[in-house]
């Protein structure tokens, strides 16, 4: 006989969160794992006494790593997702009937919170690894990328104060509504005492237009769309040269360097961009980019440290030793436009 399914609301249920979760869930081998306890002390500078409660942090930075395990880069998407699934509701402690914080909670809370408490749980997950004996640390490898920022197209530009700092501050007063402090103008004096040695340490040649104009070579030596030939020599010449001289002298040892490079250093960075919300960078300004690539990299750090302690000997017979793969300490630097570069470690 073929049977028919129709829903009809009862006015009460008896039901428990609990209950509703399966044991081997992510979320639940999660909560195992990472014990965030820690974040209400590093975090507590930044309440008074009195007022409103505020968002739990713990709850925060839970929400946070399931947009960034999740690939969900808005705020708002984020807390609906998070409100759809019963393993999260439970990981975060809401129950059913519960509702979530706003979206707009969770970025004031992101701004409020220093960087200091981004790189805390950061060293916190780095640490389990080392733990597990996942870190050897023998090799270091950088790689870098362009990451789209919230920044304006003349942001992209990088600006020089060429005549006297304190005429140009003086200028921006009298035309603007935020005014220049003298802190300010000394930072930017010291920034450009700091470009004028830096350009001093560059040796640049430039070719000659109407010479390289006619030279057989030129498609070869400049390009097909470049008209003269640049060459800078910066204050690493030494750092370099000692580099290309090594792979040189040990061709072997550099082609085997670069291959395991391609195994293991550019997936990471591939792996970060596509699945783990480092595609775009929304927040605004140096200490907010910071804090977003410091997520994304402690997420995939957490990954694989969940996935290491999954393994399991396939012989009880048997005392298997899981093994432990060769692992490297990675620089990851993100180059974002406006902003200066940065580095943190993540494991392969």
Request: with cysteine.
């Amino acid at each position: 006989m073929q049977g028919k399914k129709d829903y009809i609301p009862k006015m009460m249920y008896q039901v428990h969160l609990d209950k509703l979760v399966p044991q081997n869930n992510f979320y639940r081998l999660l909560d195992r794992e990472l014990d965030l306890h820690f974040l209400y002390k590093a975090t507590e500078q930044y309440y008074g006494d009195e007022g409103q409660e505020s968002i739990d942090p713990v709850v925060f930075f839970k929400i946070c790593l399931v947009g960034y395990l999740n690939n969900i880069n808005s705020d708002r998407k984020l807390i609906e997702y998070c409100g759809d699934s019963l393993g999260i509701r439970l990981f975060l402690r809401y129950d059913i009937d519960e509702a979530l914080p706003w979206h707009s909670t969770i970025s004031r809370t992101r701004q409020l919170y220093g960087e200091a408490v981004f790189l805390s749980l950061f060293r916190k997950i780095l640490s389990l690894c080392v733990v597990k004996g996942m870190v050897q640390g023998k090799r270091q490898a950088i790689d870098s990328a362009f990451i789209k920022a919230n920044a304006g197209l003349d942001s992209l530009v990088e600006k020089e104060v060429l005549d006297d700092v304190a005429a140009y501050a003086d200028e921006l007063n009298e035309n603007s509504e935020f005014k220049v402090t003298s802190q300010k103008k000394k930072q930017v004096a010291a920034r450009q005492v700091w470009q004028k040695k830096r350009s001093d340490t560059r040796f640049v040649y430039r070719s000659s237009e109407s010479v390289c104009k006619n030279c057989p070579l030129k498609t070869e030596c400049c390009g097909e769309k470049t008209k003269f030939k640049k060459i800078e020599h910066t204050e690493h010449h030494n750092v370099y040269m000692k580099n290309h001289e090594k792979r040189t002298q040990k061709e072997q040892y550099a082609k085997y360097m670069s291959r395991l490079r391609s195994a293991t250093v550019e997936p990471v960075l591939g792996t970060l961009i596509n699945f783990l919300n480092m595609k775009r960078v929304n927040t605004r300004g140096i200490e907010l980019a910071n804090k977003h690539v410091l997520m994304a990299v402690l997420t995939y750090n957490l990954k694989k440290y969940l996935k290491f302690a999954t393994k399991k000997a396939k012989s009880e017979a048997i005392a298997i030793k899981v093994g432990v793969k060769t692992t490297f300490s990675i620089y990851f630097s993100v180059f974002l436009p406006i902003f200066h570069p940065f580095k943190h470690i993540l494991l392969k």
